[in-house]
């Protein structure tokens, strides 16, 4: 429980702190679209000499908060008396990330990424058209022609030591292929 009450500001506390000042943009749109830019009072110009427009209030932006490293207060004042206010807030800055050193160490995925596969090429006939055709032992599926012939490509990697057979299967048809991989 606090016996001691809120803390209250004293004046010692307001004379240590600075007020927060923003720079201001006011940018007032014309009826033609164009747009007069302002930052505290001095007209800010466009760098290739044309006039600001809605389609380049974007690159306005970018260039008065140098790329969003200065916090801005914007007023958009429309031709139609309208006003818009927000505060564009920096960004944080992005750290390019580092090379390191030591290379990192080769893992079992990193090998598996960078080696070319041994394909082998299966086909067989029978096939419902469209039908799933399962793949065994089992490493995949494919689907049957228009024709009712079906193709897929193994990698051989990825089959156990000694497997020579593949069996193809139609889900609907029920034809059963076993086909030597050579």
């Known amino acids: 429980m606090n016996l001691n009450g809120p803390r209250r500001s004293t004046t010692t506390d307001d004379e240590n702190t600075a007020p927060v000042e923003l720079p201001h943009v006011l940018v007032t749109v014309a009826e ?3 747009l007069a830019a302002m930052v505290d009072g001095t007209p800010f110009a466009s760098p290739d000499g044309s006039a600001w427009t809605r389609a380049t209030f974007g690159p306005l932006m970018d ?6 490293t200065i916090a801005v207060r914007v007023e958009v004042r429309e031709n139609d008396g ?4 927000d505060i564009l807030r920096t960004r944080k800055p992005r750290r390019a990330a580092a090379p390191t050193e030591t290379p ?4 079992r995925r990193s090998r598996h990424a960078r080696r070319m596969p041994r394909l082998a090429e299966v086909t067989a006939g029978g096939f419902v058209p469209g039908e ?5 032992t089992i490493v ?5 022609t228009g024709t009712g012939e079906t193709r897929t490509l ?3 990697d990825d089959l156990p030591d000694g497997t020579h057979e593949v069996i193809l299967f139609g889900r609907i048809s029920g034809t059963l292929t076993v086909r030597r991989l050579t």
């Open 104 to 107: 990192m160490p080769e893992t």
């Open 132 to 136: 799933d055709v399962a793949v065994a």
């Open 32 to 34: 033609d679209g164009t």
């Open 63 to 68: 260039a008065i908060t140098k790329d969003r």
């Open 154 to 156: 193994i990698d051989l």
């Open 140 to 144: 995949s599926h494919t689907d049957a």
């Open 82 to 85: 309208s006003v818009f206010t």
